[in-house]
Each structure stands twice: as C-alpha cells, then as structure tokens.
C-alpha cells in the first residue's frame, strides 16, 4: 500500500515495487522452503523461471530444464514431484485443460511471476535499470497476469471449476465448469481490442458449447459482439449478473 499513488497509473506502481523487490522475491521464495526444512534448488527456480516464462505444461517444462542441463533427462515424470512440492507450497497452482487428462501451470504470485519473467528474459537483478525499462517489459507480460486473474476470480465468484480449453487450431481462455460440464466459456482480451480481436475472440468462442459466453475487455465501451461483453467494472456485480 505505500506504493500507492493515484497520480500514478498501476504500471508505473507495478514497475516500482518490482524495482525495490528485486532481492527479496526470490530471498521470500528461499524462505518457504526454509520453513518446510527443504533447500530450494536450480531446479525449483528453474521451474519458475521456465512457468513464467510461459512453458505450462510439465513436457514444455522439462525440456526447459533439460535444455539448461538443470534434469539429466527430458522426461515430465522426473519433475513431477518438484511440481507437487510447490503446489503444497502454494507458490505454484494447477489448472485443469478441459477434455484432456494434462494441466497448465501457474505461478501463485502475480509479483513473482513477473519478477521471474523480467530476470529470465532481461536479467533485472543483475543489471541496472530504469522504471520506464520495466514499465515497457511490462507491456509483454501483463495481458497474461490479467488473464489468468480474471479467470481465477471468475471461478471463485461464481463458484465454478476453472478450465482452459486448448486444441490443435484454437483456444479458449476460460472453459468453467459446474459438474464437469462448461457453464460459461470466457475469452479476455486486455488493452487494445480491435474488430478483428473481437471477431477472433467470438470465432474461439463458437467452438464450444456453455451456457454463457462472455467476452472480458478493458472497457467495453470501446468493443461491440453479439455475446455478452463484460469489463472490470462489472467485476463487482458479477454473481447477480451471470446467476440466470
């Protein structure tokens, strides 16, 4: 809270707490597994790493690792139980992939996941840099941080199982389920949203079948569909309006 200044826009607040939190993330991450009488190694930072930097899935995520010679096989089975450690650390989280018996995975921090995505691919803890040089690497990252919270609160509002839904030629940013079954698929688009992302957004959404489809914008005042569009100011009153 004591970043907080309405003068600024968030991503300027964003930019300054990674700037002044570039030692004590990873020191923070060091001392969970500290209190869990547990070393954290290369391999758990480069799971991290590896997650943040968007291999999600434990095949991407081990030849990742077998890439940096952090496992001496690629094989997801030898990362397996790393995974499940830091899921009962509650430092990474598990998201079913709709259809599939595979899942995505997510780091739990949005502040760690961009921290680790920064130093992965700009080296933020090892070189000096500006506030207006994390506000621009910021740009590349923060339409999946918004998507993926988005989707987490929309499961939780509405007490729903949170899915995603990928496939050959398509996917959907969020396929929530009640009893196994999609209720409301969701696609999020953050920023600039044009016809074209609109119309493609729609298209992703026609392949499956939910009760509600909804497209989520920045500000939906600035985006026209023939499905329900939805933006941060309907966050607030989301159960009444998605209840029938």
């Not at 493609?200 to 026609?206: D, G, I, T």
């Amino acid at each position: 809270m004591d970043y907080f200044d309405s003068a600024k826009s968030s991503r300027e607040i964003i930019a300054s707490i990674v700037l002044d939190s570039v030692k004590t993330i990873p020191a923070l991450v060091g001392e969970i597994f500290s209190e869990e009488e547990r070393e954290i190694s290369a391999v758990y930072e480069g799971v991290l790493r590896g997650i943040s930097t968007g291999k999600v899935n434990s095949g991407a995520l081990s030849s990742h690792l077998y890439s940096k010679k952090l496992i001496k096989k690629d094989d997801p089975s030898i990362i397996q139980q790393y995974l499940n450690n830091l899921i009962s650390f509650g430092i990474i989280r598990r998201i079913g992939i709709y259809g599939k018996k595979r899942f995505a995975y997510k780091v739990s921090s949005p502040l760690a996941r961009i921290f680790y995505y920064l130093d992965e691919k700009y080296n933020i803890s090892e070189r000096p840099l500006k506030e207006k040089d994390i506000i621009e690497y910021l740009a590349e990252l923060m339409p999946k941080v918004v998507e993926d919270n988005v989707r987490e609160y929309f499961a939780e509002e509405l007490g729903l199982t949170e899915t995603i839904l990928q496939s050959s030629d398509y996917e959907v940013d969020g396929c929530l389920l009640k009893f196994k079954k999609p209720d409301i698929a969701l696609e999020i688009k953050w920023g600039a949203c044009s016809k074209a992302d609109i119309s493609k957004a729609e298209q992703a959404l026609s392949k499956i079948s939910a009760r509600k489809m909804i497209i989520f914008v920045q500000d939906k005042k600035k985006a026209s569909s023939k499905l329900m569009v939805l933006d941060v100011n309907d966050l607030t009153r989301l159960a009444g309006m998605l209840r029938n």
